[in-house]
T-cell receptor, first 112, second 114 residues
Framework: DQQVKQNSPSLSVQEGRISILNCDYT??????FLWYKKYPAEGPTFLIS?????DKNEDGRFTVFLNKSAKHLSLHIVPSQPGDSAVYFC???????????FGTGTRLTIIP | DARVTQTPRHKVTEMGQEVTMRCQPI?????VFWYRQTMMQGLELLAY????????DSGMPKDRFSAEMPDATLATLKIQPSEPRDSAVYFC????????????FGSGTRLTVV
């Protein structure tokens, strides 16, 4: 039972354009969402997060949007840079629970 | 630069052998997680500890996997006996509080069981 889904295994975007990565979840008890970035042969690194009381959170070139009614979140990267090429994981957590449930990841390739 | 250290980085073993993976969490972090990365499931939670006490190991095959924290500086994940389907990358992560800034992952142990 995949409670966090990333339906696009891969995405290619031209350098300088916007990258949009999507994530859907099924568990309405999730109240905190995170994005992680992973380079080959390294562990995932935390990128940005959002609480369910918000619908948007920005950090530099990265913005996460949350649509609770649709159980959908997205990560926007503007402008995309070659160093953004990596696998991006969406993760979710229930209130009061430290466990993170991850999606299967989306491989983003930025084309120079 | 605080980091989570995992050893070994790579392990190739024969089916039926015991495998032990080790993790040194960041000093002061009181929550430790073991995740497994597979192509089909992404990152699956195997077990986690808070203040060295196991809180949830429901993601682990109980008959062959075991996880322990002998002390605050060491977490171990053992597989006995190992099987080819255990081949994956195993990550350890540590954190403190509710992880509002995410947890810190190690670089992983790539396990291949032949």
């Amino acid at each position: 039972d995949q409670q966090v889904k990333q339906n696009s295994p891969s995405l290619s975007v031209q350098e300088g354009r916007i990258s949009i990565l999507n994530c859907d979840y099924t568990n309405s008890m999730f109240d905190y969402f995170l994005w992680y970035k992973k380079y080959p042969a390294e562990g995932p690194t935390f990128l940005i997060s959002i609480s369910s009381i918000k619908d948007k959170n920005e950090d530099g070139r990265f913005t996460v949007f949350l649509n609770k009614s649709a159980k959908h979140l997205s990560l926007h990267i503007v402008p995309s840079q070659p160093g953004d090429s990596a696998v991006y994981f969406c993760a979710a957590r229930r209130f009061g629970n430290e466990k993170l449930t991850f999606g299967t990841g989306t491989r983003l390739t930025i084309i120079p | 630069d605080a980091r989570v250290t995992q050893t070994p980085r790579h392990k190739v073993t024969e089916m039926g052998q015991e495998v032990t993976m080790r993790c040194q969490p960041i000093l002061g972090h009181n929550t430790v997680f073991w995740y497994r990365q597979t192509m089909m499931q992404g990152l699956e939670l195997l077990a986690y500890f808070r203040n060295r006490a196991p809180l949830d190991d429901s993601g682990m095959p109980k008959d062959r996997f075991s996880a322990e924290m002998p002390d605050a500086t060491l977490a171990t994940l053992k597989i006995q006996p190992s099987e080819p389907r255990d081949s994956a990358v195993y990550f350890c992560a540590s954190g403190s509080g509710q992880g509002f800034y995410g947890y810190t992952f190690g670089s992983g142990t790539r396990l291949t069981v032949v």
